[in-house]
């Protein structure tokens, strides 16, 4: 199947700039308060609990987020549990193993949809609302190596915090 690229962010709507006129329901028309909204992205990844790299239970993925993008959600779609002394694993990136959740702050002790959070931490709940001002490549840091594997799915908005009071401003 073909794809389309976009360098994106991709905005959608019908009413692009507000008339003053309110909330025009129904119409279809270009008239009324602004609709426009961004379009939510995702990225996938096979991971293991074992390293791709030269540092046991570190798998750099390649998954990359784009500067200034909004990280909305995070699962991990576990088919092999976790195994060995301990079944949790953080999610970083490049810069910081611990940017995004704190370490071992994840648990897949058996197959299933794991729901990622950022969890009560200020630094990983900033990095969740605004990943920097630029891209991210994201990191698995598991507690021990072991057999676990699954996919990670990372949504995002785009370019989110370069848009403010309905101007875009990258």
Do not use: H
């Not at 025009?24 to 790299?53: D, K, R």
């Not at 301990?86 to 197959?111: E, K, N, P």
């Amino acid at each position: 199947m073909a794809s389309t690229v976009f360098t994106g962010p991709v905005l959608a709507g019908n009413v692009l700039n507000s008339d003053g006129t309110g909330v025009l329901a129904g119409l279809g028309g270009s008239t009324g308060q602004q609709n426009v909204g961004f379009c939510e992205m995702a990225q996938a990844q096979a991971i293991t609990q074992a390293t791709n790299g030269s540092v046991a239970g570190v798998y750099t993925t390649s998954i990359v987020i784009p500067a200034n993008s909004f990280i909305t959600a995070i699962d991990l779609y576990a088919t092999a549990a976790w195994s060995g002394v301990a079944s949790t694993l953080g999610i970083g990136t490049t810069a910081s193993a611990t940017a995004l959740t704190t370490a071992g702050a994840v648990t897949a002790s058996a197959a299933g949809k794991v729901t990622v959070t950022p969890g009560t931490g200020l630094t990983q709940i900033n990095n969740w609302l605004n990943v920097g001002t630029t891209d991210v490549e994201l990191v698995i840091t598991s507690t021990n190596t072991g057999t676990g594997a699954g996919t990670l799915v990372v949504r995002y908005i785009q370019a989110f915090n370069s848009y403010t009071n309905g101007q875009y401003t990258a």
